[in-house]
C-alpha cells in the first residue's frame, strides 16, 4: 500500500502563485510515474503535470510555462509550482503515482485532493 499527501493548496489571486506538495508514503519499491491531475466542477479529471517512466515530464497545453513540477526522490515527494494563476486553473488537484511492487503489476493510486481556487 502506498499513501500519497497532497498540501499547499487554497486561495489565491489571478496572476498568483502557489506551491503544491505530495508526499508518498508506504511500503514503496518502485514509484515509475507520479505527478498531478486536476478536476474542476462538471468536468474530467485531467492531467496537468507528471514525470514519465524514464525520467521526462509531460504537461498540459494549458499550463506549459506557467507551472513546474518537480521532485526530491530521496523523500518520494513531488512539487508543482504554479504561477501566473488564472481563474480556470480553479480545480480540486490530485497527486497520483503509479507503484511498482517488489512481486506483482503495476498499481495506481491517488492522493485525497487539495483544492486550489483562483479568485478575478
Known amino acids: 500500500q502506498v499513501q500519497l499527501v497532497e498540501s499547499g493548496g487554497g486561495l489565491v489571486q489571478e496572476g498568483g502563485s502557489l506551491r503544491l506538495s505530495c508526499a508518498a508514503s508506504g511500503s514503496i519499491f518502485s514509484i515509475s510515474v507520479m505527478g498531478w491531475f486536476r478536476q474542476a466542477p462538471g468536468k474530467q479529471r485531467e492531467l496537468v503535470a507528471v514525470?514519465?517512466?524514464?525520467?521526462?515530464?509531460n504537461y498540459a497545453d494549458s499550463v506549459k510555462g506557467r507551472f513546474t513540477i518537480s521532485r526530491d526522490n530521496a523523500e518520494n515527494t513531488v512539487y508543482l509550482q504554479m504561477n501566473s494563476l488564472k481563474p480556470e486553473d480553479t480545480a480540486v488537484y490530485y497527486c497520483y503515482c503509479l507503484h511498482a511492487p517488489r512481486y506483482g503489476s503495476e498499481y495506481p493510486y491517488w492522493g485525497q485532493g487539495t483544492q486550489v481556487t483562483v479568485s478575478s
Open positions: 514525470f514519465i517512466k524514464g525520467g521526462g515530464t
